[in-house]
């Protein structure tokens, strides 16, 4: 009787490699089989909870654009309970695009956006410019006031932060515990 290796030498090439293929189909099969079955993705629920996040974003287009894109493959409880920096955001965004996410010029405008109101993590004494305005909400002359501001005195909280004009206190209050000093 001829072992698993000599047999295996005897065949010709091409039957080799179809019998390559089929043992490792009978192995990867049982794997697959084992996997977790894909979420069941409620679609509904899963704008309600977008919206509900929304504490500074008012705008139906862009939980919308929330949803279709960022919920296509998971829950947004996923992404709506971790805060993060606008580049760990940039990050996630990256890999999300390897991963399959496509969505449209408007859709990435509109994602961003949500996520920078409602999800990013600021540093006032050190983030940048382009990050500073779009979280606090307020205009590029706003957000170049603050930054001259913490050049000559670092803010230590909203009452420094709000001091600034063009600063509202209501968008602070809601964004206090992603606001870093």
Not at 65 to 92: D, F, G, K, M, N
Not at 100 to 122: H, K, S, W
Request: hydrophobic share 45%; aromatic share 6%; net charge neutral.
């Amino acid at each position: 009787m001829l072992s698993p290796i000599a047999f295996f030498a005897r065949l010709p090439k091409g039957s080799r490699a179809f019998l390559s293929l089929g043992l490792v189909a009978l192995a990867v099969v049982p794997a697959i089989a084992q996997l977790p079955a894909p979420p069941v993705i409620d679609p509904v629920k899963e704008l309600a909870e977008i919206k509900a996040a929304s504490t500074l974003d008012d705008d139906p287009e862009d939980w919308e654009a929330v949803r279709a894109v960022c919920t296509a493959c998971h829950s947004a409880s996923q992404y709506l309970t971790t805060p993060r920096s606008s580049s760990r955001w940039e990050q996630v965004f990256g890999q999300m695009a390897r991963n399959g996410a496509r969505p449209n010029e408007e859709q990435i405008d509109r994602i961003v956006r949500y996520f920078q109101r409602n999800l990013t993590v600021i540093n006032v004494n050190t983030s940048p410019l382009e990050e500073l305005g779009p979280t606090l909400q307020t205009n590029d002359e706003v957000a170049t006031a603050i930054v001259m501001r913490r050049a000559e005195k670092p803010f230590k909280g909203i009452d420094d932060l709000a001091a600034i004009p063009g600063v509202k206190r209501d968008v602070l209050v809601k964004l206090k515990d992603r606001l870093q000093f």
